[in-house]
């Protein structure tokens, strides 16, 4: 009967030791957890910020980009704008201004004002 009751109290110790120190452990685990939360937090803040400051900056470089296009656009002349042929070799850069860039009008073989 001793011999009963001191295997109880040692299984007893036993399991209570046990649940002791797995509880020690457990400490180190979530400070290590709490410890890699809080870096990530801090990584994810810095990728969003990241973000916005990228997303900033192409927004100004639409903006840029539509600026240039419209600024192009109103120096080239429409796809129906006739071409004056003021140049008869096809090659020379005067062959293919627009009529409204050149004072002369005139065809191949031909010198006639606007």
Request: glycine share 6%; hydrophobic share 40%.
């Amino acid at each position: 009967m001793a011999m009963a009751i001191a295997f109880i109290i040692m299984f007893f110790g036993i399991l209570i030791g046990g649940h002791l120190y797995g509880r020690y452990l457990a400490s180190f685990h979530s400070t290590r957890t709490e410890n890699t939360i809080a870096e990530l937090r801090a990584q994810a803040q810095k990728e969003t910020r990241r973000s916005n400051s990228l997303s900033a900056q192409l927004t100004e470089m639409e903006a840029k980009l539509q600026g240039a296009q419209a600024a192009l656009d109103s120096i080239m002349p429409a796809s129906n704008t006739p071409t004056c042929w003021v140049c008869p070799e096809t090659s020379c850069w005067l062959s293919r201004l627009p009529c409204s860039w050149w004072p002369l009008r005139s065809r191949p073989g031909s010198l006639s004002r606007r």
